[in-house]
């Protein structure tokens, strides 16, 4: 599959607390053989999964089963540890959207498992149409639990459309452009680049100026004000919990990681750990 990883970069780690942005496809399956994602742990995370076309099939050790598709969220919580799979469907011709995580903060990084399934009815603002699945955002609020302030919203803009947005001036934001080319406060971006917006801003303004739709996922957050260590699929805050993790996984802990049913393969292993301490890992301010 085609994938960017957008978040984190060599200068940013963090926008409020989402910690990683995967932008991928849009591929046709045919060619690309879809997703097919064997049993694989999280801890000390909550996973976000926004589709634009296509179906993935969910299950997790929670005993969740759900589907994934355009303009629906599946917001999954970690914690202290979980496992997924993640499957393309066989409805599915072309492959496109992004996944997500969400740093837990250090006093919820180990909450229970948690599944979140939610569809959010589709606003209208000034040539822009809205679907915020997480916060609040033109008059449209989520339902559903984090464990910090957090915005997440897709837009769709018009042609020629010139949207002001009133957001919260205590959160910083990241723009990333699915479709089209989009200025965020006066700063050009391309297709699949991230732009960001710091702190201290009550409305921020897109500018789609093209003759074609735009689309983009608008993400904020109060600055997140912790160091994290992200490797493979965990957030932990020491090399000492990361090891911890691993070994639990490779060793079949079934009272952490739970076990996924319903998926005809084996887990996926963890890599090997690297032989020096993992770097915690914060936005340079």
Known sequence: MTVRRTLPQRTRSLIGAWCFVDHYGPDDVSVTGGMDVAPHPHTGLQTVSWLFSGEIEHRDSLGSHAMVRPGELNLMTGGHGISHTEVSTPATTELHGVQLWVALPDADRHADRDFQHYAPEPVTVDGARIQVFL????????????????????????????????????????????????SLTGTPLAQAELGYAPPGRD????????????????????????????WWNFIARSTEEIVEARRDWMEGDGRRFGEVTGYDGDPLPAPELPNVPLKLRGNRH
């Open 203 to 230: 409305t921020l303004t897109l500018i789609n100026d093209t003759d074609a739709p735009a689309r983009v996922i608008l993400l904020g957050g109060p600055p997140f004000g912790e160091e994290i260590i992200m």
């Open 135 to 182: 916060g609040e955002l033109a008059g449209s609020a989520s339902p559903v639990r984090t464990f910090t302030p957090l915005l997440g919203a897709e837009l769709v803009l018009a042609p020629r459309a010139h949207v002001t947005l009133t957001v919260d001036p205590a959160f910083e934001h990241g723009l990333l452009v699915d479709r089209g080319t989009v």
